[in-house]
Every structure is written in C-alpha cells, then in structure tokens.
C-alpha cells in the first residue's frame, strides 16, 4: 500500500473559516461586534482606559488603592492600577506565591495620530486652522481629505478639566486636511512619497466665518468664541490641554462576506481588546494573571505611561506587600519566573505588495494569531528572539486550547521591520514572545483584521492564562 508521507510531515497553514464549528462561528460574529463597539469607545489611550477599567469593575475588579487602604490581598481577588489616565494593569491573584511568576499579555493603546501643538489655533488667508504634530510612524499623506475628530483634555479659567470630543456623533462637525487638487500638481507629483505632504502642512480646518466687526483674524477670533461659550477656555488654555486627532470613521466591517474589520488603530488596540476579553473570563487561577495595558509604544515605550517607566514594578511591589511575601528576593523572582505573550500585531501579507515580504514566513489574513519569535531590523536588530524552549511551551498550550495559529516576520530581511514592548520585560529574565493579529495596512488611519484572526487571538491569549 503506497503511503503519502509528504501530507503529513508538510507543514500547511489552517484556514480559520474553514476549520471551526457553527457555534465557533457564532462565537467568532459576537467577539467581532463586540470588538468594534469597544474600538468605537476606545480611539485614544485616555479613552481605552475608561472603558478597559469600566468593563474590569462589571466583572468585579476592584482598585488597588481600595485594596491598600484595607490592608487586604487573597487568592482569586481582582484588582486594577491606573496610571495617569493612560495605562492600566488588571491582575487576578492566583493560589501559588508571586515568586513562582506570573502570566503576562501585555498590550499597548496608543496608535499612530496627530497631536495639536501647544499653541495651535491660527488663521491664514481667511481660514482657520490648528496646527499639529504627527505622533508615531505614519505616512503623512495618509491623513489629507478625510474626515477627522478631536478628541483631549483641557482645563477651563477655573481649573476645571474638561472632557472634549468633536467629530464623533454623527451630528457633530468633522475637521480636514487639504491637498492640492490633481489639476495643478506637476510638481507636486515628482516628490518623494514622504515629502508630498510636510510635517507642517497637517494642519486642521476648524473654520471659515469671520466675527463680526473684527479686522485682524477675525476668523480665528470668532473660533475662540465659540470655544469660550461652549467650554468656557481661552486661546491660552491650550497650553496645557492635550488634544489627539483621528479619523472620525467608526468601525465597519469590509467585504460582501463581512469577513473582515476596518478601523483605526487596531493597531494595538485589536490585542488589548482580546486579552481584556481573556483576562475578564478567568476565575480562581493557579498563578497570578496580568493584563497589562501601557502607553506610548509607538515612539520607544518612554515616560511615565509607557512599558519602561516602573508602573508595573511598582504595582506587583504594592500586591507583593498585600500578600506578606515582599522581599527584593522574592520580588526579583516574581519577575524572572514570569512568562509574557507580548501582545502586538504583525504584518499580514497584502496581495498587492507581495515584494515586501516573504511568502513562507509571513502572516496570512484569515488564518489565525501569529506568533512571531523575532521583530527588530536588519540582523534582528532591537528584538526579543524567543527561545525555542519558550516557543515548544506555548505551542502546547495554544494546541490544549486548540488555537489556530501561524508564525510571521515583519518583512523580508533588508525591507524594514519594527519593534514591541517585549524586549523591555524580558530584561527582568522574563520568557518573552510576541504574539498577536496580522494587520493589513499597518500605521495607516485605517487598518484591516480579519474577524476570524480577532477570534483566534482572544481564544490564544484565553489558552495562555489557562495553560501557562
């Protein structure tokens, strides 16, 4: 009898549509909804922490400074620690000691945006403008002509801070970038993609009518009264508001099979969101669990709020001392013992750029979490570059979980490449890999998942809190 061996020793991709139940498939329409409704709510890292803190207290975690004023820390109890509005750690105290580690997924909410500058409202040529500066890696023509909201914090004249967003109901007023029109762009044509538009043209319409009576930026002054009367702040309260500006879309899904979701930010939004999922449905683990949420990822993980400041030190330190177990020892173990699924997206392979990347090693759209055991540039530049002992164990827990999975690189070698937080734990000793959705269009104001990657990468971080 001729046996086929090559099937077997082969190694194929899995289609996630073509490989889950009827009831997976229910499962995966109602994650993808939910997702989308949780993007709408969550465009900047002020507003992902609201609503990730919201649905943590409707499953019962509880602040940590509450837990510190009574003195009290047990197994199975859940706990959050904000900081600074803009990152956040959920834990759920596990039976066994902290310093036999911790299971970790670690995300982060910032995405690539223009920010206003400090001093950003001017008027040219009767039009009104803000001025801004773009944060993280973007294309800067991406974000001409389309329309774009405001969304921030600043302090009226009697020190009160104020919520803003403009642009996003639809019976609010948008905000826009202008380009040159195709008719007189000659010249325009023959630049570079990255200097077709400049860093300082990205500046945002906010209004045309000019106050009455007034001669010198009379524009510009009637959009200081309408800031007066609808948020009672001045030109000079810009100085210390912090505004972000993003596309004003909402969420939708793409395809006449509905197969897929465009929305900003997914980036990383897409791997918060899942582990956030994850972490709410584990009750009474062995080892403590972590979902940690940071800030500022797109432009090194620096200050306060990003992955290299010492929030999450601190925090562990402040559960440890709950606990009565809280020694520089016991603390140094916790951390090395840890083992962390840096939860960021890759690279999905795009048809229509197929030069970029390598066909076997790149991350497909529809075919399940990818994990990824080196980022970096060039030779590896800036990576983690898990262990293969490290990669054998999630490998397993991911096949407990029967998770669909692929692995995935950030491009051909020489083409580019690009970074996580994960090498930033693994200096604490922690096995560290990444691990999150394939993203077609990456940095872009728009980016594409497909659900059925969504679906696999909250069932894959599911299997690692349960398994690792």
Known sequence: MEINLGAKMEYARKNVWLNIDQAKKDELEEVAKDYMAFMDKSKTERLAVKEIVRRAEAKGFRNIDDLIREKSLKAGDKVYAKNRQKAVALFVIGDKDFEEGMSIIGSHLDSPRLDLKPVPLYES????????????????????????????????????????????????PVFFISELLIHLSKDLNEKKASNVIEGEQLNIMVGSIPLADEKDN???????????????????????????????????????????????????????????????ECENPSKTLVGLFVDKEEIGSVGATGMSSQFFENTVVELMNLRNDLSLVSFKRAMKNSKVLSADVTLA???????????????????????????????????NDADAEYLQEVRLAFEKGQTIWQTGELGKVDQGGGGTIAY??????????????????????????????VYETYRAYKSFYKNI
């Open 218 to 280: 009379p524009v510009k002054k009637n959009i200081l009264k309408i800031l007066e009367e609808k948020y009672n702040i001045s030109e000079e309260d810009f100085l210390t508001a912090e505004f972000e500006v993003v596309p004003a879309n909402k969420a939708r899904v793409v395809g006449l099979d509905s197969s897929m979701i465009m929305a900003h930010g997914h980036d990383d939004k897409v791997c918060a969101y899942t582990s956030l999922r994850a972490i709410l």
């Open 125 to 172: 040529r009767g039009i009104s403008y803000l001025k801004t500066h773009y944060y993280g890696g973007i294309k800067k023509y991406h974000w001409v002509n389309i329309p774009l909201a405001l969304n921030g914090v600043v302090f009226d004249k009697e020190g009160k801070k104020i919520d803003v967003s403009i642009g996003e109901k639809e019976d609010e």
């Open 424 to 453: 930033i734990l693994a200096e604490y000793g922690m096995q560290v890999v990444d691990c999150g959705t394939p993203v077609i269009s990456m940095h872009a104001p728009l980016e594409l998942v497909s659900k059925a990657d």
């Open 349 to 383: 392979e795009d048809p229509n750029f197929l030069e970029a990347t390598e066909e076997n090693n790149t991350a497909k759209l529809g075919y399940g979490v990818a994990l990824t055991k080196y980022t970096g540039s060039r030779g590896k530049g800036g990576s």
